[in-house]
């Protein structure tokens, strides 16, 4: 049962936000590799503006295609990376130099990756052979991001997922999402949410296929913790599937979802394997109220929901983050309305939480979801919502799961404009409260700016019980510092929460241009100290590995970072050159068997309240 969990992981998060945000496939059935992740600055997909009029032919019109690139498609994907072009990858700092993914990927992926394909099969195999045991694949999909970005035709960027009165079409399918004999396909195009669900099986089905039939892949869904420890101990890759939504079931906050249809809702995707659920995700929605931590996500809220959050000053408590007004009206005008929106007056200076937690039919949903044993998230409910959650749990001896977590104790307060600590941070007392539960909480592969403009900032105070000096920002020894504390706190195993696909940076590099936040000083003590990661390197138990090679691309940790999730045994490598002992590393190897702890856990709670 040795190997560590990601319970995180966006695989097919291509198929979310309408289709138009994120670049590559996770594989290609057809066109393999060369498919798959081809360049981006256009493409085949039928995608049209935001507004739903014609998407231009980057060959025949304005921006050209590139010469370089002899077949660009026949729509604008990325295109030059602008803000028109490619809005949400130019502001989360994606912005790669070249467009081209295979076979040169000098481009994309990389560390600072958040729009670009980073769970390609075959590094996903990679991270599986060094050690990866389970995973958690998140379908995901964001309507704000839809609403202001070229989509896929057809698509209505409101339906994340079938709502209640529509569930009944989810019987043309078995529990494998193949059409039954005589029956044939909705005339609507599958919500993201389904299509992702679908898309893990049918990789699942064409694992199988090139590995000798029916279970003999080595990416294997499970439905129970039996089944899981099965497979790691069949020394294959468990995967749990999830669902992370900004309207869970359709519930928006004003409805249209009962305590039937949420019920009704919750079977119908436990039968179809569903396991794990954020029941909130960015914005408010039918069971509670979500986090206040960025700006543009505010704005999200606004345009989706059609409501502003209602903040209180929580400075108090120690938050420092806070709504600026100016910059949401700005972020409204370019990405939806084109006119100043109508947003709310959020004092300047005055740290901003939700002033809401969850709502009635969140009761309903928690004992739906008990009911079957599955695993609750709480990751993006706000402080609110997080204490009527944990009181819940608390009450029903229910396992509680933060599976992509930043630590409120590590960074400072405020940091420059209107940065600081936020309601997304996991705070001690709320820590203290998961793992009294018996929960479980995954270390988040970034810091808090690494996808912002804020990139290259020092916000953290570190953690210096880490015994690894905080001398490289952004690298693994910045990570390390989560990775200690979290350990310190929750006193057991912890998991990775990369959340790759998921619109967010991760560890960068300690070596090359780019490292350690481009600050001089700390990229001289990294050449001083010669801690660099050494090719090949061996992971015990799990093999030796050298650079990761796709194309004639060679990715190397020490410059280029964790460009992608098959360079999780490098990191693993590296934060032993760093400094962290096989003992310090041990949570980390426990963290899938801890993952199905508390899996069991929740069915065994479960069925004493049958």
Request: net charge negative; glycine share 10%.
């Amino acid at each position: 049962m040795r190997g560590y969990a990601d319970i995180h992981v966006h695989m097919f998060a291509n198929l979310g936000h309408g289709g138009g945000v994120v670049v590559g496939e996770a594989y290609d059935a057809q066109g393999g590799i060369n498919q798959a992740l081809k360049q981006d600055y256009g493409t085949n997909l039928d995608l049209v503006q935001k507004d739903g009029t014609e998407l231009h032919n980057p060959e025949v019109s304005l921006p050209f295609c590139p010469k370089f690139l002899p077949n660009c498609g026949s729509k604008l994907f990325h295109g030059d990376h602008t803000p028109l072009d490619d809005p949400v990858g130019f502001g989360t700092e994606d912005r790669p130099g070249s467009n081209l993914g295979v076979p040169l990927f000098n481009g994309w992926p990389t560390w600072t990756t958040t729009v670009h394909q980073q769970v390609y099969y075959k590094w996903l195999e990679r991270a599986w052979q060094g050690g990866l045991r389970l995973m958690v694949m998140q379908a995901v999909t964001n309507e704000a991001l839809c609403l202001s970005n070229k989509h896929l035709r057809g698509i209505d960027c409101s339906v994340s997922m079938l709502p209640p009165d529509r569930l009944n079409e989810m019987d043309l399918y078995d529990d494998h999402f193949q059409l039954k004999a005589g029956e044939t396909a909705p005339q609507l195009p599958l919500p993201p949410v389904e299509a992702q669900l679908q898309a893990a099986y049918q990789f699942e089905a064409f694992l199988d296929q090139q590995s000798g039939g029916p279970g003999q892949g080595w990416f294997r869904i499970v439905t129970t913790p039996d089944q899981a420890r099965a497979v790691i101990r069949a020394g294959k890759l468990a995967v749990v599937l999830g669902i992370e939504v900004d309207k869970l079931f359709g519930c928006s906050l004003n409805g249209p979802c009962t305590n039937a249809s949420v019920i009704a809702a919750v079977d119908k995707y436990y039968a179809k394997g569903v396991r794990a659920v954020f029941p909130v995700h960015n914005f408010d929605n039918g069971f509670g109220a979500a986090a206040t931590w960025q700006d543009a996500i505010g704005v999200g809220q606004g345009a989706a929901v059609g409501s502003w959050w209602q903040t209180m000053d929580c400075g108090n408590s120690g938050y420092g983050f806070w709504l600026d007004r100016t910059v949401m009206q700005a972020l409204y005008a370019i990405g939806f309305a084109g006119k100043i929106a109508d947003v709310p007056f959020y004092p300047p200076g005055l740290p901003s939480c939700n002033k809401n937690g969850l709502l009635p039919l969140s009761g309903t949903l928690f004992d739906a979801l008990k009911s079957k044993g599955m695993i609750i998230d709480i990751d993006h409910m706000s402080s609110k919502s997080i204490e009527n959650t944990l009181s819940w749990a608390e009450q029903q001896n229910y396992p509680i799961v933060a599976s992509h977590t930043l630590y409120f104790d590590l960074y400072h307060q405020h940091y420059s404009g209107n940065g600081g600590r936020h309601e997304r941070m996991r705070t001690r007392a709320q820590l203290d409260r998961i793992r009294k539960l018996g929960g479980m909480v995954a270390v988040m592969l970034k810091d808090d700016v690494q996808d912002t403009d804020r990139k290259d900032e020092q916000v953290e105070v570190g953690y210096p019980s880490s015994r690894v000096p905080d001398n490289c920002l952004h690298s693994s020894k910045t990570w390390a510092q989560a990775y200690r504390y979290a350990v310190d706190v929750m006193g057991g195993p912890v998991a990775f929460g990369s959340d790759f696909n998921g619109v967010a940076g991760h560890v960068g590099p300690r070596f090359g241009d780019h490292s350690c936040g481009n600050n001089t000083n700390e990229q001289l003590l990294q050449w001083r100290d010669s801690s660099r990661l050494s090719y090949p390197f061996t992971i015990a138990g799990f093999g030796t590995f050298d650079k990761q090679v796709t194309g004639t691309k060679a990715f190397d940790f020490n410059v280029d970072g964790l460009a992608h999730i098959g360079l999780l045994p490098d990191l693993v490598a590296d934060l032993k050159v760093i400094g962290l002992s096989d003992a310090a590393l041990e949570p980390l190897f426990h963290s899938a068997e801890a993952y199905i702890n508390v899996w069991e856990k929740c069915l065994n709670e479960a069925a004493e309240g049958q």
